[in-house]
């Protein structure tokens, strides 16, 4: 019996000493995904700060008319909107106030093109603005408008 705990005794270390490699495996690992995370996450408050510094660019708001049109795939649904263009800093509402009719048909060019279930997510509305911009900067020329506000947005 004196040869067996010794022998629990000397494996008694062993099983002390045994965890200690596996949780500084998981230590190094989670370090390693932390150092990760800061540079990704360096890169994206980079990313964040050029998109504050974007929204810094809007001057005036140009307010739109109402827009009642038909979505696509059905005659039953509809979306009534009001819009207000932030133009860039530097631009009037009266400079564009000559380009209304191009900027009414390319947003109405793109409404009617939409289903229902494209406008329901907020990441839908998102892209939606983002194709209002760049179809009207597109069509009146240069980079007039820098964001698009959604004053009413309704579909029924």
Same mark, same amino acid.
Do not use: C, W
């Given at each position: 019996?004196?040869?067996?705990?010794?022998?629990?005794?000397?494996?008694?270390?062993?099983?002390?000493?045994?965890?200690?490699?596996?949780?500084?495996?998981?230590?190094?690992?989670?370090?390693?995904?932390?150092?990760?995370?800061?540079?990704?996450?360096?890169?994206?408050?980079?990313?964040?700060?050029?998109?504050?510094?974007?929204?810094?660019?809007?001057?005036?708001?140009?307010?739109?008319?109402?827009?009642?049109?038909?979505?696509?795939?059905?005659?039953?649904?509809?979306?009534?909107?009001?819009?207000?263009? =932030?133009?860039?800093? =530097?631009?009037?509402?009266?400079?564009?106030?000559?380009?209304?009719?191009?900027?009414?048909?390319?947003?109405?060019?793109?409404?009617?093109?939409?289903?229902?279930?494209?406008?329901?997510?907020?990441? =839908?509305?998102?892209?939606?603005?983002?194709?209002?911009?760049?179809?009207?900067?597109?069509?009146?020329?240069?980079?007039?408008?820098?964001?698009?506000?959604?004053?009413?947005?309704?579909?029924?």
């Amino acid at each position: 019996m004196s040869d067996k705990q010794p022998a629990s005794q000397a494996e008694a270390p062993h099983k002390k000493g045994a965890p200690v490699l596996p949780i500084i495996g998981v230590v190094l690992v989670l370090n390693l995904l932390m150092v990760g995370k800061i540079f990704m996450g360096g890169s994206a408050a980079k990313e964040g700060g050029k998109a504050e510094k974007h929204e810094e660019t809007v001057g005036v708001k140009m307010p739109l008319e109402e827009f009642l049109v038909n979505l696509a795939g059905s005659n039953d649904h509809y979306l009534k909107a009001t819009f207000s263009l =932030g133009l860039k800093k =530097g631009e009037t509402e009266e400079k564009l106030k000559e380009e209304v009719a191009p900027i009414r048909d390319s947003i109405l060019s793109i409404l009617t093109t939409k289903q229902p279930e494209d406008l329901v997510t907020e990441a =839908g509305k998102e892209k939606l603005k983002k194709e209002i911009v760049d179809k009207i900067n597109k069509e009146i020329g240069g980079d007039k408008v820098v964001k698009v506000y959604f004053m009413s947005f309704a579909t029924q």
